[in-house]
């Protein structure tokens, strides 16, 4: 089935957390979204360890057109707050620019907040992240064990000043090692 580029009224977006029986269409959205498998098997091992601390879909109509996942990151030396990396999201190449990652990401960062997350922690473009209040992990003192720009690597806190005097690795979960 091919879709055809469309724009996402976002009236008609429905937001909410993932049910196992989204887990099928969300792996074949990351398929889409990136041309390959990683991220969709990414997704299956997070969910499988029960590691997604916030996992959401968005769906226009009945179909899956964006999805973000939050688990939790282990810094070192450890730190007395809750951090969760964002890691992966996905929006249907069909729909991309079209809002669908920004409302999705504003709501997973709700949804943390609200499950006591006091910070989050993202590997992604440094001209898309700050628009949610993102800056540069160094700024908290924290780098990340992938070698990546280190505008890449960026932090928001959730709960101001739960990063205040913290520094160290960041350590995603298991499962991003083979991505």
Same mark, same amino acid.
Do not use: N, W
């Given at each position: 089935?091919?879709? !055809?580029?469309?724009? #996402?009224?976002?009236?008609? +977006?429905?937001? /909410? $957390? *993932? =049910?196992?029986?989204? %887990?099928?269409?969300?792996?074949?959205?990351?398929?889409?979204?990136?041309?390959?498998?990683?991220?969709?098997?990414?997704?299956?091992?997070?969910?499988?360890? !029960?590691?997604?601390? #916030?996992?959401?879909?968005? +769906?226009?109509? /009945? $179909? *899956? =057109?964006?999805?973000? %996942?939050?688990?939790?990151?282990?810094?070192?030396?450890?730190?007395?707050?809750?951090?969760?990396?964002?890691?992966?999201?996905?929006?249907?190449?069909?729909?991309?620019?079209?809002? #669908?990652?920004?409302?999705?990401?504003?709501?997973?960062? *709700?949804?943390?907040?609200?499950?006591?997350?006091?910070?989050?922690?993202?590997?992604?473009?440094?001209?898309?992240?700050?628009?949610?209040?993102?800056?540069?992990?160094?700024?908290?003192?924290?780098?990340?064990?992938?070698?990546?720009?280190?505008?890449?690597?960026?932090?928001?806190?959730?709960?101001?000043?739960?990063?205040?005097?913290?520094?160290?690795?960041?350590?995603?979960?298991?499962?991003?090692?083979?991505?």
């Amino acid at each position: 089935m091919t879709l !055809e580029p469309r724009t #996402v009224e976002p009236g008609r +977006l429905v937001v /909410r $957390d *993932v =049910v196992a029986q989204d %887990l099928d269409a969300i792996k074949a959205l990351h398929r889409r979204a990136f041309g390959g498998g990683v991220e969709a098997a990414l997704v299956g091992e997070l969910h499988a360890s !029960e590691a997604a601390l #916030v996992s959401l879909v968005a +769906l226009a109509g /009945r $179909d *899956v =057109v964006g999805h973000v %996942l939050f688990s939790q990151v282990r810094v070192e030396p450890a730190v007395a707050c809750l951090v969760a990396g964002l890691a992966p999201m996905a929006v249907s190449p069909v729909c991309q620019r079209s809002g #669908v990652g920004s409302r999705i990401a504003a709501e997973g960062l *709700v949804r943390c907040r609200e499950r006591g997350v006091a910070a989050v922690v993202v590997l992604g473009h440094s001209d898309y992240y700050p628009r949610f209040g993102f800056r540069p992990a160094s700024e908290y003192g924290l780098a990340s064990t992938y070698d990546a720009p280190p505008d890449a690597f960026m932090a928001l806190e959730l709960e101001p000043g739960s990063l205040r005097g913290v520094s160290g690795l960041v350590h995603y979960h298991a499962s991003f090692d083979a991505v």
